[in-house]
């Protein structure tokens, strides 16, 4: 009778775990069995950190380290305690309008901060698997209508100039040192656990404050800019496929949907049986410096090659996000 192997479980470490990709990952791995470690950056708002994980109801299950993409032996004492199969490069300074503001944070964070991931990742782990979450905003003024992996880049902020140079990066650390790094062009990807700094969570929050009572006005900026949007839930899938396969490589994630900003809102304000036109203000200060006018990704090399699509639809997305913020909203008046 031959020896029987007990199977391991895998471990991953993800930076970000207290984002939205973060949080949804966190639960996806989870439900696999693998033992989840995530990377905190200790603040001030330590109380509400894990407010994601809570609404998920896994806080209890993430494995929390401390540490900052900005200290490269902070990463190399992380991944040395914790020996990861894969790791997930999810955690950056994310809201693309705050880039202006702050872009040597920006560019120290989502930039050199991806770099020292992989540096310690090659030091210290260099048989882990590593996710790199690079963004649809690298496209910015857009060189094709349809967006693939092949389509040249142009960033137009200092976010996706710092998104840019991770990615890159992550290419080179995969041609010069044979790590298996992958990147993810994940388009803008949407749910509950959206920060309420973004437009469509500023949308759905909005919404259910207007149908609740709680105000009559909602404030938007460009309201023509158009995303391809799906739900968060389904592109952490796509991360988890990356690191799965053989070879690693570099993915675009979307639907193939492109809609304007305009059109998330009168969807958002349907759904709640308002009218968009009765409470919908233009307020110049939620313009950008420098407009990505619409963005539409091409996701066939990882329907082809991941067996990966999205599931939900725009419609589903909208009316989730607008029943969480109704909910949410509910629970606060009633305390």
Known sequence: MGAITMATTKRALITGVTGQDGAYLSQLLLSKGYEVHGLLRRSASAEVVDARLRWLGIAGHIR????????????????????????YNLAAQSFVKSSWQQPLLTG??????????????????????????????????????????????YPRSPYAAAKLYAHWMTVNYRESFGLHASSGILFNHESPLRGIEFVTRKITDGVARIKLGLSQTLSLGNLDAKRDWGHARDYVQAMWLMLQQDTADDYVIATGRTVSVREFCRLAFDKAGLDMDDHVRIDERFMRPAEVDVLLGD?????????????????DLVGEMLEADIRRLGMQADR
């Open 64 to 87: 929390q380290h401390d540490g900052n993409l900005t200290d490269l032996s902070g990463l190399i004492r992380v991944l040395r305690e914790v020996r990861p199969d894969e790791v």
């Open 108 to 153: 120290s964070v989502t930039g050199i901060g991806a770099a020292n991931m992989l540096e310690a990742v090659r030091l210290e782990a260099p048989e882990a698997r590593f996710y790199q979450a690079s963004s649809s905003e690298m496209y910015g003024l857009i060189q094709e209508p349809v967006q693939s992996e092949t389509t040249p880049f």
């Open 299 to 315: 996701a066939s090399k990882a329907r082809t090659r991941l067996g990966w699509t999205p599931e939900t639809t725009l419609e």
